[in-house]
């Protein structure tokens, strides 16, 4: 069974500047997928970011971007010029890429506050 | 709307009662995701939907628990007998499950589920 561990509960940044929350996962899959998810307040779980396993260049979109080192079995988000709306659950994610029912796992995720 | 919805959005029962939670899958996803998050953690796989047919129901966590999709379209999360462990966030998501390849879920806002 894959897991997935956030071990930071709670972070928290100045307005514009940069911050990485970590993660780490355990599978004995070769193929699979990495995401990160966003979840306000409003408890709807949004997209951030998607890594696929077999690309060793990292995924980026915009203020977001990824360390993923497959090896480690590590995979953080860096948020850079961090913004009050990015304030946020952040949850780490894993799907196996083949097969089933493509069905999410995630971590307990990140607490992220962004200060003014 | 172009979203997953999800009625209610609140439900307070008492326990041993019976309850049902609906979902709204975005109009043509033929794939749909249940999962229910409890407070401080991360969401947890219940049971996938390919068209009308429960194709992954290992999440469940037992006989209390059911889901239906009669049509291929709305689903129905019924919990039967609720318990006060049961009080969590039931999260719906919907995906076109085109074929091969990879295929995001879209999140619903939930529904917040207290059982007294």
Request: glycine content about 8%.
């Given at each position: 069974?894959?897991?997935?561990?956030?071990?930071?509960?709670?972070?928290?940044?100045?307005?514009?500047?940069?911050?990485?929350?970590?993660?780490?996962?355990?599978?004995?899959?070769?193929?699979?997928?990495?995401?990160w998810?966003k979840?306000?307040?409003?408890?709807?779980?949004?997209?951030v970011i998607?890594?696929?396993?077999?690309?060793?260049?990292?995924?980026?979109?915009?203020?977001f971007?990824?360390?993923?080192?497959?090896?480690?079995?590590?995979?953080?988000?860096?948020?850079?010029?961090?913004?009050?709306?990015?304030?946020?659950?952040?949850?780490?994610?894993?799907?196996?890429?083949?097969?089933?029912?493509?069905?999410?796992?995630?971590?307990?995720?990140?607490?992220?506050?962004?200060?003014? | 709307?172009?979203?997953?919805?999800?009625?209610?959005?609140?439900?307070?029962?008492?326990?041993?009662?019976?309850?049902?939670?609906?979902?709204?899958?975005?109009?043509?996803?033929?794939?749909?995701?249940?999962?229910?998050?409890?407070?401080?953690?991360?969401?947890?796989?219940?049971?996938?939907?390919?068209?009308?047919?429960?194709?992954?129901?290992?999440?469940?966590?037992?006989?209390?628990?059911?889901?239906?999709?009669?049509?291929?379209?709305?689903?129905?999360?019924?919990?039967?007998?609720?318990?006060?462990?049961?009080?969590?966030?039931?999260?719906?998501?919907?995906?076109?499950?085109?074929?091969?390849?990879?295929?995001?879920?879209?999140?619903?806002?939930?529904?917040?589920?207290?059982?007294?």
């Amino acid at each position: 069974a894959q897991t997935v561990t956030q071990s930071q509960p709670e972070m928290s940044v100045q307005e514009a500047e940069t911050v990485t929350l970590s993660c780490t996962y355990d599978t004995s899959e070769n193929n699979y997928y990495l995401f990160w998810y966003k979840q306000p307040p409003s408890r709807q779980m949004i997209l951030v970011i998607r890594q696929e396993a077999y690309k060793q260049q990292n995924a980026t979109e915009n203020r977001f971007s990824v360390n993923f080192q497959k090896a480690a079995k590590s995979f953080s988000l860096k948020i850079s010029d961090s913004q009050l709306g990015d304030t946020a659950m952040y949850f780490c994610a894993f799907m196996k890429q083949q097969g089933g029912s493509e069905k999410l796992v995630f971590g307990k995720g990140t607490k992220l506050t962004v200060n003014p | 709307g172009a979203g997953v919805s999800q009625t209610p959005s609140n439900k307070v029962t008492e326990k041993g009662k019976y309850v049902e939670l609906r979902c709204d899958p975005i109009s043509g996803h033929t794939a749909l995701y249940w999962y229910r998050q409890s407070l401080g953690q991360g969401p947890e796989f219940l049971i996938y939907f390919q068209g009308t047919g429960a194709a992954d129901d290992s999440g469940l966590p037992n006989d209390r628990f059911f889901a239906v999709r009669p049509e291929g379209s709305v689903s129905t999360l019924k919990i039967q007998r609720t318990e006060r462990g049961d009080s969590a966030v039931y999260l719906c998501a919907s995906s076109l499950r085109s074929g091969a390849g990879y295929n995001e879920q879209f999140f619903g806002p939930g529904t917040r589920l207290t059982v007294l």
